[in-house]
């Protein structure tokens, strides 16, 4: 049975974006130079021998370490490249990594012929000359002997490097460099960045789910497979699926996480956003062109079938978004896998040929370390907090994200506050998971803080800050702080992209807030975020005063204008 222990290992934490194996005294400071800033600038994390390697550590050690721990690689073959033993052990590791995880390798053949590489013809010849003539005036017959061996896998290794293709310098935009290096940093950025999912530190108590998926991934099956996970909201289904994406999706020809079904399904155009990312995802074309459902069938179905892919659909909450994933099974290349993770089993029930798995609440050990993490920035509590923290435990009931939230509320507030707090915790029941979660809310300093996390919640959720701010700017919030304010409580965060994210569980929070101030009229209400309520309040002409803000798709707008203007120009 494969261990964890090595599972974990093929999922480390790169350190690096790209390798640079190169020749210093052919390119340092020319091609290769500028190929590093290129890279850089695209904001790969580059690792480059005379960037990398710190004074006194041991070159060789430092350089295998960058070599194993880079999530792709770029082997500038030159002239001279071949005459260096040090390149050349560089490139026999590149390949026994490349050939293990199927991590990008892409060769850049620098004035240099590939079949000369292949075929050790040319200056390839000379120099693996070079090297057997220095390797035969060695004494030692033992010696000797290794250092032809290690010939042999030099040899190995450049018709194996050669047999790759890549790029022949005067073969690409026309042997211009700045274009050629332009292409490669677009290919870099394509295939390193856009499948690795950003991920929150302190995962606990993850590794056996990690196993049992990673090993269903692994299971050599030829035909296309569904597996489900399935739990409470907050329990850390997301956070499993995109650990076991980015430990298993250099196993596939390509891949797709497509985020929050639930909320794209509530938007007129939820699915054609969906179809939108998914072909983007699979096709590498940035903002591919989908005129209606339809249309993205037609390209998703052509799409699909080249490639073996790994496509996670995460957070499905109605029977039509699996009926549609096991409609498109028949397409998929053969050993493709599914992912799908759903709050609600009952949607799993009519399909038979499905692999479920429940994602289970952390265990007590599990939660109290979670918990310390967020609260005190360490693994346990210190000692004069163990009896609160731990009441703090059984009210969560191992819930990641209640210990995340009542962590980060927590942190660095003194005892006095923790007991009131907990006091406040233990009022309220169990099974209440929002009312857990507006504990957050609840703590915030001041009105102004709130309302702007209801503005957020109910109609700014996913948008980029600086445009919140421009808008919430013009109603008199204090934006800039208060969103600081609302990350510090873990009610926010920002992607790196600089748009506005939160939980759904938080999100439905601050909805029910919202809903609690008059559940049966929505004409009551402060805000309405639904286009179904708003709908209702026009259509009846209910609304009041005190409904501050409205969201409504612009389509369902001209019907009730139409309708007003029959009542009042019959």
Not at 18 to 27: P, R
Not at 56 to 68: D, P, R, V
Request: charged share 25%; proline share 2%; net charge neutral.
């Amino acid at each position: 049975m494969l261990k964890l222990k090595s599972l974990e290992s093929s999922a480390q934490k790169y350190s690096y974006d790209v390798f640079l194996s190169f020749s210093g005294a052919d390119t340092r400071k020319t091609f290769t130079d500028h190929l590093y800033n290129a890279l850089i600038n695209e904001g790969l994390i580059t690792f480059r021998d005379d960037e990398e390697i710190e004074k006194g550590e041991s070159i060789k050690s430092e350089l295998e370490n960058g070599i194993q721990q880079s999530r792709s690689w770029i082997v500038v073959f030159s002239k001279n490249y071949a005459f260096s033993s040090w390149c050349l052990d560089e490139l026999v590791l590149i390949l026994e990594c490349s050939n293990n995880s199927k991590r990008l390798l892409l060769p850049i053949f620098y004035h240099v012929d590939p079949s000369d590489v292949r075929k050790q013809s040319g200056c390839i010849s000379e120099a693996i000359d070079h090297h057997e003539e220095k390797f035969k005036r060695e004494v030692d017959e033992t010696k000797r002997k290794n250092m032809m061996d290690k010939i042999e896998r030099w040899r190995t290794a450049l018709t194996q490097l050669a047999d790759l293709g890549g790029m022949p310098l005067p073969n690409v935009a026309d042997g211009y460099e700045s274009k050629v290096i332009q292409k490669i940093a677009n290919i870099l950025k394509d295939k390193v960045t856009c499948n690795t999912l950003s991920m929150t530190g302190h995962l606990v108590g993850i590794g056996p789910s990690v196993q049992d998926i990673s090993l269903w991934l692994r299971n050599g099956s030829e035909t296309v497979e569904v597996f489900a996970l399935y739990g409470v909201g907050g329990v850390g289904k997301t956070t499993i699926a995109k650990y076991v994406y980015n430990m298993n999706f250099q196993l596939f020809e390509g891949g797709s996480f497509l985020e929050n079904i639930r909320e794209y399904s509530e938007r007129s155009d939820g699915l054609v956003c969906l179809q939108r990312q998914l072909l983007s995802s699979i096709s590498k074309r940035k903002s591919p062109t989908i005129k209606n459902i339809n249309d993205g069938l037609l390209k998703i179905k052509n799409a699909l079938h080249h490639r073996k892919l790994l496509i996670v659909l995460d957070d499905v909450d109605q029977v039509e978004q699996l009926d549609a994933v096991f409609g498109m099974r028949e397409w998929f290349h053969q050993g493709s896998k599914i992912i799908v993770t759903t709050r609600n089993v009952h949607l799993l029930n009519a399909f038979e040929h499905c692999t479920r798995y429940t994602i289970k609440t952390l265990n007590s050990d599990d939660s109290l370390e979670l918990f310390s993490w967020h609260a005190f920035q360490d693994n346990s509590p210190p000692e004069c907090y163990i009896e609160q923290s731990e009441r703090i435990i059984k009210q969560c009931q191992g819930l990641p994200l209640a210990l995340k939230v009542l962590g980060a509320s927590l942190r660095g507030k003194k005892l006095d506050v923790w007991r009131c707090a907990i006091e406040k915790l233990e009022i309220i029941p169990h099974c209440k998971i929002q009312k857990i979660l507006r504990i957050s809310y609840d703590s915030l300093q001041d009105d102004h803080d709130r309302d702007l996390f209801l503005e957020i919640v109910c109609f700014f959720s996913g948008e980029a800050k600086s445009f919140v701010v421009g808008i919430l700017d013009e109603c008199d919030y204090y934006t800039l702080i208060g969103i600081d304010n609302l990350i510090d409580r873990c009610l926010l965060k920002t992607d790196k992209y600089g748009n506005i994210k939160m939980h759904q569980l938080v999100q439905s929070m601050g909805r029910e807030i919202i809903r609690q101030q008059s559940p049966r009229d929505p004409g009551l209400r402060s805000r309405l975020w639904h286009y179904r309520d708003s709908l209702k309040v026009l259509k009846d002409e209910t609304g009041t005063g005190a409904i501050e803000g409205l969201a409504l798709e612009m389509k369902k707008l001209m019907h009730i204008r139409q309708s007003w203007e029959q009542k009042l120009f019959p």
